[in-house]
Each structure stands twice: as C-alpha cells, then as structure tokens.
C-alpha cells in the first residue's frame, strides 16, 4: 500500500512504519502524562546578543523533554506527532506558560528583556490563541511587547484568512512577531507583504554556508538590507564561530545567536548570565574582526 504524503513524496506504508505509528501513540499518551507531571517538559535558554555592543537583545525559550524512560528527547523526536494531535494547544499553552514564569522572575529582577517562544503553525489555525495569550500575559503580569512569537513560513499552508485574523489580533495586542528560519519557507516575501513583524531570523543554513558560498552570503545580505529597509530586527541563528560573526557583522547584521555565544542553558543559569551581561555590555564591546 502507497500513500502520497503532503510533501509530494510516497510514503510506503508497511510493517516498519505502523510499528512507527504505534509508537507515536504511545509518545502521545507519554505526552499527555508529561503535561500534567510538571518536571519533564522543561525549556531551555539561548541569548541573542548585540553583535556591537555584546548585550543581549532577547532569549529563546527552546523545549526539552526528560522522558522517564526514553531520556532526554529534542523538539525533532516529539513536535511533529504532537502537531498532528489534540495535544497541539495543551502543549502549546504548557510553553507559554513556562516562558511567561521565566519572563516574570526576569522583571522582579529588573532584567528587561523579550523572550521568544516557537509556536508551531498548526497552534495559529485556532481563533482562541490570542485570549489565551492574553489571559496567560495578565495572569504573569508580563507587559505584551516583552513575549516574541517566533513562526515558520510554512504557515502558506491552509486557511489563510484564520492565520491572518490570529497574529493580527496578537499583534495589536502588542505581542511581537517574529519569522524563524527566514529564507527556507515556501513564500517569505508574500508572509512579510500580508503580516507586519518585527523580526527576522536568518536561517542557520545561510550563516553555515556563507562563507563558502556566494549565494548564500547573498542571501543573508538581502535578508539583512530587507529588514532594515522595513524597519525590522534582524538576528542570525546557528552562529559557531569568530569567522562567521565577523563576516555577519560586515554584511550588517546587528545580532546573532548560535553556540559561539551561548549554548541553550536551564533557566536557574540564565538569570546570571543575563544580569552580568547587561551590567558589562557598555564596556564588553565585541570586536568587529574577530582576528582584526
Ligand atoms: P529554531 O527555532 O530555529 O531553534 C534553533 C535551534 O538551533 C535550536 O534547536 C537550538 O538549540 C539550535 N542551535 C542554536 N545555536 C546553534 C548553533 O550554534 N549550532 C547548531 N548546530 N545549532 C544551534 P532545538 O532546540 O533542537 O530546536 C529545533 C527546532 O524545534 C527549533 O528551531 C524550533 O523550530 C522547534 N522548537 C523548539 N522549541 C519549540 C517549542 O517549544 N514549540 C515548538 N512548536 N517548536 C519548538
Ligand atoms: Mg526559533
Ligand atoms: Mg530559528
Ligand atoms: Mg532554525
């Protein structure tokens, strides 16, 4: 038996694959335990920072799930099962709340700065998303502006009017918009002409190729000139090393991400690292060049 799956490409259906599925199964039903468990979903942390100045400009919330038995699981061994089910707004809701918890503490301690939370685009096809969001924004007394929605453009898909309808009402709330991965949707320009955001985030393909290929140092030339041409932030992701900050920074770009800086850490670090950062920034100015 032969599927045609979304992608276009045939899907064999077999025995290999229905013992897949049965498994799916079960890491949902797992799923549903982890919800209510409390200790196993857990968000990690990763800075972006000012590429001049060495501040941070935001924090990405990124989930980890320390399974019972499975161990340690990343967003690639459970988001897409968990997309194609009812468990989709609960986890959904489950991230927020997490994020805004973490948001809240910075503000007590006087630490000013946005977090960013993934949404998956399946999660902007329900309407009831933005009272949830702003229900759980009043309960964390979190100002709206310091939570940033990063989406994928693969948000093409189906059912556009709703799509529109949800992160316009999120952002005349005063929620932040971000596009992740920029550059490798199926239609970035057409997203950017129909939703007003505030931020691109240069796919790390692009940072990972730039050096050795012209294209995409083009690319994230481009993506860079786009964002200052309308007036939006732009921040590099995947950023390994001083070659690829520096060569960033010549093209422009003003912020970046990646294990060079900072690796995703537990949230009772980054309260540290954040406040010794934003205390040094003014004097910690990174060097253009890193061999200059
Ligand atoms: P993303 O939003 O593009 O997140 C960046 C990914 O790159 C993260 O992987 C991060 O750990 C990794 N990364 C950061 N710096 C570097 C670097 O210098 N080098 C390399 N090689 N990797 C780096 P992670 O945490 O495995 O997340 C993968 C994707 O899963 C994310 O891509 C995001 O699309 C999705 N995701 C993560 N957390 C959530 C969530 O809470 N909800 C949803 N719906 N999706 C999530
Ligand atoms: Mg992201
Ligand atoms: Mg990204
Ligand atoms: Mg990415």
Known sequence: YQAKA???????????RDAASTDQLALLAELQEALQADDQLVLV???AVDLTTGAPTGVEALIRWRHPRRGWLG??????????SDQLGPF????????LTVAAGWAREGLDIPISVNLSARSLLD???????AEALRRHQVPADRLVLEITETVVMSDLEVIDQVLSTLRSMGVQLAVDDFGTGFSSLAFLAR??????????SFVLRMADSPQAAAIVRSTVGLAHELGLRVVAEGVETAAQRSALAELGCT????????????ADKIGAVLGSLAR????NVLPLRADG
């Open 6 to 16: 979304g992608g276009g490409s045939v899907a064999t259906y077999d025995g290999s």
């Open 45 to 47: 942390l990763q800075p």
């Open 75 to 84: 967003p690639a061994d459970f988001i897409r099962p968990v997309e194609n």
């Open 92 to 99: 959904t809701r489950y991230v927020l709340d997490k994020a």
């Open 127 to 133: 309407h009831r998303l933005p009272a949830e969001i």
């Open 195 to 204: 939703i007003p955001v505030d931020e691109l985030k240069v796919d790390r």
């Open 255 to 266: 912020a970046a991400q990646g294990y060079h800086f900072f690796k995703p850490m537990p």
């Open 280 to 283: 040094q920034a003014p004097t």
